[in-house]
């Protein structure tokens, strides 16, 4: 082999090596969990306020929230909603982060002024809501933007004593990819941090149907599939019973509004 050929031999390698350590690094971080604090809030609007609530959030919150480090994750209103809620997803670098942003946020003049404006006839939030969450490691990557007409559905599990990663386990290994089998798309996994109520037994996750009878069909499919059927007794057998409590699923219907950066 010639000088020359040598050199570009020893060129190819190079730039193969550096290619492959590029793709390899890629994959690596997308397979890297979320390590950010998420924080839901729902916030209970005072009666007849909640439209109210809405335009300072659409007009002015969102914005200074960016402004000071808040991540937007999605805004979200219950499909039945006699409670006025608004439901929203926040995430941070940390809990040190959230609390200097908030602090930050709650100074800004913009932010005092919209406040003091949006409530000239009266408060416009009458109860708050906060739990911290870590997301789980098989959480995928939260994509913001539109995807169609759909509906989002808020699920908590309430974990029976000790089988909290029973759980997540059978999510992680199967769960999850049956959802999307069946046409279910997932959003987002989240267990509350450990100085959170629910800490030791709680998962909470929201996934996106095309609509409530899209996702009756869904779950109907999902239920009845062999895998799944498997996994669940499998799951049970080894973790000596139900990974749930009786009555520990909850299930809440939602709409995003629209600035909801996941809609």
Known sequence: M??????VFTLALAIGSTLLATALATVSNAADPDKRVFEMRVYYAAEGKLAALNSRFRDHTVKLFEKHGITNIGYFEPLENPERKLIYFLAYPSREARDASWKAFMADPDWQKAYKASEVDGKLVAKVDVVYFHATDYSPAIKSGTNGERVFEMRTYTASPGKLENLNARFRDHTVKLFEKHGMTNIAYWTPMADQKGANDTLLYIIAH???????????????DADWVAARKASEEKAGGSLTVQGGVKSVFMKATDYSPIR
Request: net charge positive; charged share 25%.
């Open 2 to 7: 010639s000088r020359w050929q040598t050199s």
């Open 210 to 224: 095309k609509s409530q009878a899209s996702a009756k069909e869904s779950f109907g499919a999902f239920g009845k």
